[in-house]
């Protein structure tokens, strides 16, 4: 039996209603849930509700009792990274030491119509991640100081600690060079999504190994993470139509991802940070490139048809390198509830989950 963890994502929607699906996942039996930190998620429907993400994690936390809970992901620089450890490390306190931490670059979709600046994303990032490790180990004895382009510490330290001994795992999302540099150098893990069983073993022992081992690493205990959309349905042209098209949107996102999964496709001309634009034009555009792709490339992305199709699919990811499996599930002519219930009847019991086992074992320098 294959080894992996496997979660599942919320969707944004009321706090109480998050609380109460997080607590049905649990009783699922999934290893983890996953929320995101959106202000406006890009092309959504005007009724959807987005909390903020700390609060609502906490809620989430009190709610659950052995769940991981991750965030898919953290906007690394739309707050002082000093502001999200602390947040880190209270919500962490709260679940009790359940914290998994996906951070990325941010969206300019989720700033641009609150003037919030979208430059230098990357370099950003790196400096979060720098300054939240340290102040997860810092104390009153022994503060810490960094001095960055951006950030900067001064005999720091924070005044709460997080449960996980140096505090939860970092989880640095990334499709570029940049990201999957820092990804291979300093995440407890790497977290995507848009990729093929073949293009994320390409991306994981390529660029992140050779960061990693450039750095003195050992990638022993890393985190290596994708989201996943998952439908179980005997419907094949529903399968395609729906599944596929989730695929094709998720794609176009990311430049680096086309160029191994669909070179012959028309390429987008930014990456995703900068992509997903919540104006008319920038929709229409990256909905014309995404119909360029086809569906049996789309597919591959996935994990959907018969529940043998989803095992046999989500198998072939496993042995590209997957330890931990976050899926976007998607309901067919059914409930959500019953989609999520029967994905986890067919599909969770043909791999070993390691439910209970702690998140100890991380990258090691």
């Not at 609502?56 to 898919?72: F, H, Q, Y």
């Not at 990729?195 to 022993?220: D, M, Q, V």
Request: glycine share 8%; proline share 7%; with cysteine.
């Amino acid at each position: 039996m294959l080894s992996l963890r496997i979660g599942s994502a919320i969707d944004p929607m009321p706090v109480d209603s998050t609380a109460k699906t997080a607590k049905f996942l649990e009783s699922c039996g999934f290893s983890s849930v996953w929320l995101s930190d959106e202000t406006i998620v890009f092309n959504s429907p005007p009724e959807m509700v987005v909390p903020e993400l700390f609060p609502t994690l906490a809620m989430v936390a009190s709610s659950t009792k052995k769940t991981k809970i991750g965030t898919a992901v953290i906007d690394a620089s739309i707050r002082h990274p000093a502001k999200t450890a602390q947040s880190v490390a209270t919500v962490d306190s709260i679940a009790g030491g359940r914290l998994l931490i996906g951070i990325g670059g941010g969206e300019v979709g989720n700033r641009e119509p609150f003037g919030i600046p979208m430059d230098h994303p990357f370099g950003r990032m790196e400096e979060s991640v720098k300054v939240m490790k340290l102040l997860f180990r810092a104390t009153y004895k022994n503060p810490v100081s960094f001095s960055g382009r951006f950030y900067s510490l001064k005999d720091a330290y924070l005044k709460i600690r997080p449960v996980q001994e140096g505090g939860p795992p970092i989880i640095v999302s990334g499709f570029g060079p940049r990201a999957l540099r820092l990804a291979g150098e300093l995440g407890d893990g790497w977290l995507s999504f848009a990729h093929t069983p073949e293009s994320y073993r390409e991306t994981l022992r390529g660029p992140i190994a050779a960061a990693a081992r450039n750095a003195g690493r050992s990638l022993k205990g890393f985190e290596a993470t994708i989201v996943v959309p998952v439908c179980i349905s005997k419907d094949r042209t529903k399968v395609v139509k729906t599944m596929g098209g989730i695929a094709k949107d998720w794609l176009v996102w990311s430049p680096d991802n086309m160029k191994l999964i669909a070179p012959n496709a028309v390429q987008p001309l930014v990456r995703q940070p900068y992509a997903k634009r919540n104006e008319p034009a920038s929709i229409r555009a990256l909905a014309k490139l995404a119909a360029r792709i086809s569906d049996e490339v789309a597919l591959k992305m996935t994990v959907s048809g018969s529940a043998d199709d989803c095992v046999e699919q989500l198998s072939a990811f496993v042995r590209s390198g997957v330890s931990h499996a976050v899926f976007y599930i998607v309901a067919i002519d059914k409930p959500w509830t019953m989609a999520a219930r029967e994905v986890s009847e067919k599909i969770l019991p043909h791999f070993d989950l390691g439910r209970d086992e702690p998140l100890t074992n991380r990258a090691r320098t």
